[in-house]
């Protein structure tokens, strides 16, 4: 695919449609951040006009930045506000700037291996922002909400593939505030039926826009695989730990289902598409998946395809909560939102490898990341530092 392969049917839409859409205001929480930032620059494309509220807690605004030059012309669409859903005046701040037709909330803490260790700080961030978001929505009459909820949900299915409506068994504190606010999310509609919710469940984000210009920039250590192999690839780590190879799995190691962040991006247009077209949506609830289980041997050998480098492993035993196998039944977002994942393996890891190779270091320089990396390591035990799956 050419570098524009990202660019949808959607982006090419008439005029009419267009222009009704930038008259259409999104509020995006936690929009400077991996899966926000892909998500905002799609709204951009496809004609929305967009506010980024961000606490910067584990973004970067530079990410902004790189996103409003993506968009071209419709750059000029996206405004910026750094403040935390914690704090309700910021909340307020945002709503008396513009009238927003909806909602997307991404905002929240995320390391699954931290969730275990600081609980405490995860419910308080996690639940409490959404509190505070939807109190300051209902008031101002804005009630059309899209979550970035997560597949942790499930824990370890008894079968996969999994659909909507398997029985929910988190594992983590991190699991748990997705479910818990879910839940939120389910009484609030009940008891208004006006609020029109999506819960998005999606599965393992990996990948970049296939600029390279935007990708996922961890802060401290990498929670999940992919930054982990890109980091050995770019010479910032020696090896790649890989927990668990005793999985009854086809090679002995964990099966995930991974998606293009660019997949997840369109997801999230096409949710908000679904709550301005269906007056009597409730709060419905979709994956966002290929449908397709990849073992970490085989993602990793499909990165060192794409870019030719090798990764070193070593082995590890199994890290607890970790699940043997898990990927998503897609049919019913495919059906209802008319959305399907486009993308393979392969240019996962291209897209990925892209991004690593123009920025080694992420958004910020050398210098700045080592001072921030040292700060980590000085007050986060050795423990917690959970680099692969």
Same mark, same amino acid.
């Not at 300051?136 to 909507?164: I, R």
């Given at each position: 695919?050419?570098?524009?392969?990202? *660019?949808?049917? %959607?982006?090419?839409?008439?005029?009419?449609?267009?222009?009704?859409?930038?008259?259409?205001?999104?509020?995006?929480?936690?929009?400077?951040?991996?899966?926000?930032?892909?998500?905002?620059?799609?709204?951009?494309? &496809?004609?929305?006009?967009?506010?980024?509220?961000?606490?910067?807690?584990?973004?970067?605004?530079?990410?902004? #930045?790189?996103?409003?030059?993506?968009?071209? %012309?419709?750059?000029?669409?996206?405004?910026?506000? &750094?403040?935390? *859903?914690?704090?309700? /005046?910021?909340?307020?701040?945002?709503?008396?700037?513009?009238?927003?037709?909806?909602? =997307?909330?991404?905002?929240?803490?995320?390391?699954?291996?931290?969730?275990?260790?600081?609980?405490?700080?995860?419910?308080?961030?996690?639940?409490?922002?959404? =509190?505070?978001?939807?109190?300051?929505?209902?008031?101002?009459?804005?009630?059309?909400?899209?979550?970035?909820?997560?597949?942790?949900?499930?824990?370890?299915?008894?079968?996969?593939?999994?659909?909507?409506?398997?029985?929910? #068994?988190?594992?983590?504190?991190?699991?748990?505030?997705?479910?818990?606010?879910?839940?939120?999310?389910?009484?609030?509609?009940?008891? /208004?039926?006006?609020?029109?919710?999506?819960?998005?469940?999606?599965?393992?984000?990996?990948?970049?826009?296939?600029?390279?210009?935007?990708?996922?920039?961890?802060?401290?250590?990498?929670?999940?695989?992919?930054?982990?192999?890109?980091?050995?690839?770019?010479?910032?780590?020696?090896?790649?730990?890989?927990?668990?190879?005793?999985? $009854?799995?086809?090679?002995? +190691?964990?099966?995930?289902? @991974?998606?293009?962040?660019?997949?997840?991006?369109?997801?999230?247009?096409?949710?908000?598409?679904?709550?301005?077209?269906?007056?009597?949506?409730?709060?419905?609830?979709?994956?966002?998946?290929?449908?397709?289980? +990849? +073992?970490?041997?085989?993602?990793?050998?499909?990165?060192?395809?794409?870019?030719?480098?090798?990764? $070193?492993?070593?082995?590890?035993?199994?890290? $607890?909560?970790?699940?043997?196998?898990?990927?998503?039944?897609?049919?019913?977002?495919?059906?209802?939102?008319?959305?399907?994942?486009?993308?393979? =393996?392969?240019?996962?890891?291209?897209?990925?490898?892209?991004?690593?190779?123009?920025?080694? @270091?992420?958004?910020?320089? #050398?210098? %700045?990341?080592?001072?921030?990396?040292?700060?980590?390591?000085?007050?986060?035990?050795?423990?917690?530092?959970?680099?692969?799956?």
């Amino acid at each position: 695919m050419g570098s524009n392969h990202w *660019l949808e049917v %959607e982006s090419m839409e008439s005029n009419g449609k267009a222009q009704e859409r930038k008259q259409r205001w999104i509020l995006v929480t936690g929009g400077a951040g991996y899966i926000g930032a892909h998500t905002v620059l799609q709204l951009l494309v &496809e004609g929305y006009s967009v506010l980024i509220i961000d606490n910067l807690d584990n973004s970067c605004e530079e990410a902004v #930045h790189r996103v409003r030059k993506l968009a071209g %012309e419709c750059g000029e669409n996206l405004k910026f506000f &750094e403040g935390d *859903l914690c704090k309700v /005046d910021d909340i307020q701040k945002v709503f008396k700037l513009y009238r927003f037709e909806a909602v =997307i909330h991404f905002a929240g803490l995320k390391a699954v291996g931290e969730s275990v260790s600081k609980p405490l700080r995860y419910y308080s961030n996690n639940l409490v922002s959404t =509190i505070n978001l939807m109190e300051v929505m209902s008031k101002n009459n804005c009630k059309n909400l899209v979550f970035s909820s997560s597949a942790t949900v499930y824990g370890q299915p008894e079968s996969v593939p999994c659909t909507e409506d398997y029985p929910l #068994h988190v594992t983590n504190p991190y699991g748990r505030t997705k479910l818990i606010n879910e839940d939120i999310m389910r009484d609030v509609h009940h008891a /208004d039926p006006e609020w029109k919710i999506v819960l998005l469940r999606y599965f393992n984000p990996v990948g970049s826009h296939p600029s390279g210009e935007i990708g996922e920039d961890p802060m401290d250590y990498p929670n999940n695989l992919m930054p982990f192999v890109q980091q050995v690839a770019v010479g910032r780590k020696e090896v790649l730990t890989v927990f668990g190879q005793d999985y $009854p799995t086809r090679d002995g +190691t964990g099966i995930r289902d @991974y998606i293009h962040v660019m997949d997840l991006a369109s997801g999230h247009t096409k949710a908000l598409d679904k709550l301005f077209t269906t007056p009597d949506i409730g709060c419905a609830v979709y994956n966002l998946g290929t449908g397709k289980g +990849t +073992t970490v041997l085989e993602m990793v050998a499909a990165f060192v395809k794409a870019s030719g480098k090798e990764i $070193p492993l070593k082995y590890a035993g199994r890290r $607890p909560g970790d699940c043997r196998e898990v990927y998503a039944a897609t049919e019913k977002a495919e059906k209802e939102l008319g959305w399907r994942a486009k993308f393979g =393996i392969a240019d996962m890891c291209r897209d990925q490898w892209n991004w690593a190779k123009k920025n080694p @270091y992420g958004y910020r320089g #050398h210098q %700045e990341l080592e001072v921030h990396a040292q700060k980590f390591i000085k007050s986060e035990p050795l423990s917690n530092r959970h680099w692969a799956l």
